[in-house]
Every structure is written in C-alpha cells, then in structure tokens.
C-alpha cells in the first residue's frame, strides 16, 4: 500500500518536516513578561509525543504592545530565547519541527483572556494591564474598542526592524520554521485592508501601498532567518469586511514568493475585532479553497488549516492538491495524539509503529490482548 501523503515527509529548503500534520498557532495566556514555561512545554510538548511533524508555538510579539493579551508569549527581548531554547530542545528530540510565530497586534492589542470578556480591555482591566494599542489608522476594531494612534513612517520602520530582529532570536533560540502572522485583523493585516487602512502616505491608498509595510516587514523576516530555514506568512485569505479579498492575497502571495517565503497559511477573517459576521460559513474545511486558490494562481505551497477534524479528511485536502501542509488546532487540543491517530485512519500505522516506543510497545500488545475481549 502507498503510504498516504499525509505521512509523506515535506522538505522545506533544507529542513524536513516528517509529515504534513501541523499543530496550528494557538494562544494560551499562560506567560509573564513573553518567557516559555513549563505550561508551554508540556502543552506543546505532547504534540510533538503525538507525533505532529511541525508543532507551532502560539504568536509570540515583536515587542510588548504587540501582544494580544499581556499572557502572550514574547520575542521582543534577547533575554527571552534561553526560555525557548527548553521547549526547542524538547520538540526536536521527539522528532518534530520547532516552528514560531510572531506578530503584532496593532489595534486589537490589550484584550483579556478570550474566555474572560471578549473584545478590548476596558477601564476595570480586570487585573490585566492596559495599554495604548497602535495603528495605520486611528480606527477602532469595533465599537467599544480603544481608538489605535496612528503609527507614522518612523514607527513603521522602527516595526520592521523589530520583526528582523524577533526572527534573529527565533533562530537563536533553534526554531526550525518562523512564521509571520499577517492574518486575523492584527497589525499587518490592518494595513493591507482598505476599511482599516485610510493612510495617504506610501503605506496606504492602493493595494501596493497597503502591502508595502507588510512586504517589508516580511523582507526583514527573510533576512534575518537562515537561508537553509523555511519561512511561512498566515493571512487572512478575505478579510471578512469586503475590503481584502482572495484576489488581492494572490497577488500578495506572489509578491511574497518573490521575496522567499515559502508557505501561505490560508486562515480568513478577524478584521473588525470580534464581528459575529463570520466571512465564510463554517463547514468542515471551510478555508481549504483559499489554500487551493493560493496554491494554483500564485504557485506557492500553501497550508490548510479550518475545521480539519480526522486523517481521511486531510488526506483528501492533499490528495486533491489544495494544499501541502494540515494545521490542526482545536481537534488537536481535544485530540494531542491526532497525528498518530489519523495514521491509523488510513490504516498506515497498524503496529503503532509511529508512536513514541514508550508507548507504541505496550499499546501493541495491548492490541493483542484484547483481541476477543468483550466488554
Ligand atoms: C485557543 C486558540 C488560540 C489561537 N491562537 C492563535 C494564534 O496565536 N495565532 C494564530 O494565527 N491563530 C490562532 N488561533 C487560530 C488557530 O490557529 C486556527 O487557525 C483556528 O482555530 C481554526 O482551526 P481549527 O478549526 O483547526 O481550530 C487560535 C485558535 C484557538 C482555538
């Protein structure tokens, strides 16, 4: 039997991932000051015993404003890789890629824990510190949120220099894989929409403008990282307010192909703070034609990721050539051994042969006891 191509490696410039099951980013509000510690370790430490072949670290901030909630964790500081360094080494050893994310929040920073009080932090704070978010424009996510200032061309600047620098201590700190978060209405892509960008100076009006911060930022990325080290960019395939819209991430696809980042992450949506106006209706997969319609018109190797649940679903998703790479995120919380799991969906992993042998050994005579047992 052919070994399905969710269990085939990736080779992404000189590192190899070895399989296509991606832990998506996800925040846990569990740091202080950006440092890695134990909680994220063991969170993110059984995606890499349950055998995902990358394993993501939520977003982590270019600099303290940059953070969604003051629990993020942080790569603004060289003080924080050592922290990092620990959660690394223990994926690597386990057989997975280490992959980060970073970000900047933009005007929906300073929030509170999402199951706290959705939306922005108001005068009460809850405990949780407050400050003056900034953006392209002074335009608030949503009503009730704070007004951003508006960053001017020096700050834009100052950002890029930032993000080249966060990807410096990702790669200090042995990331693998760096992604840049361009995606959910956070700070890059408040620039590339026209509902939350009204500049008039080179990094607004057309589309050109609008990317031109965000190419830059993704330019200082690719400079800073290893050239032997793929680099992902998430968007935020239509932005779910009517202003960005699939055509205009193919073409920011390809300006970023141009400029060496190797995969898109197709996500959507996220614009206008916590809208209930969902931009796609959900379904199972319901972002996969966006990493289609990347992948085909752009030519790049794209990541699906969206109500992906089980091993024949994302066989399919691949099979199909909509994408190169399943980002697993809230099935993989409900599920930490998914990976192992949807190989024995597609019947590749009958032995447990890719468990961890810690496991796998006794989980395979366990198997044999059990054979004519009934309950
Ligand atoms: C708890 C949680 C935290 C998240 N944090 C991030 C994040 O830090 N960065 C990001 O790009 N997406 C984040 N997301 C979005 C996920 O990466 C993913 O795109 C989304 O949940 C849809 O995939 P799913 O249906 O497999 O969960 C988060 C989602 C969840 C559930």
Redesign the pocket.
Known sequence: MQKPLLFTPLKLRGVTAPNRCVV?????YRASDGLVNDYHLVHLGKFALGKFGIVFT??CAIEPRGRVTQGDLGLWDDGQIESHKRLVRFLKQEGALAAT?I?HSGRKGSTPRSFDKPGQLGPEGAGWQKWQVAGPSELAAADGWMVPRQLDATDVDDLVRKFGEAAKRADAAGYDVIEI?G??GYLLAQFLSPISNKRNDQYGGDRAGRMRFPLAAARAVRESWPAHKPMFI?VSSVDGAGGWEVEDTVVFAKALKELGVDVIDC?SGGLTGLSTALPVKRSLGFQVPFAAAVKREAGISTMA????LDGPQAEAILQAGDADLI?????A?YDPFWAVHAAQELGCDSDFEMWTPEYGWWLDKRKNNLVGLKK
Do not use: D
Not at 24 to 28: F, I, K, T, Y
Not at 305 to 308: E, K, M, P, R, S
Not at 327 to 331: E, H, L
């Open positions: 998506s980013p996800m925040v846990q939520e977003n994310q970000t978060h995606a959910h998430r996500s990721v969206g109500l992906i980002a697993i995120g809230r099935q919380l």
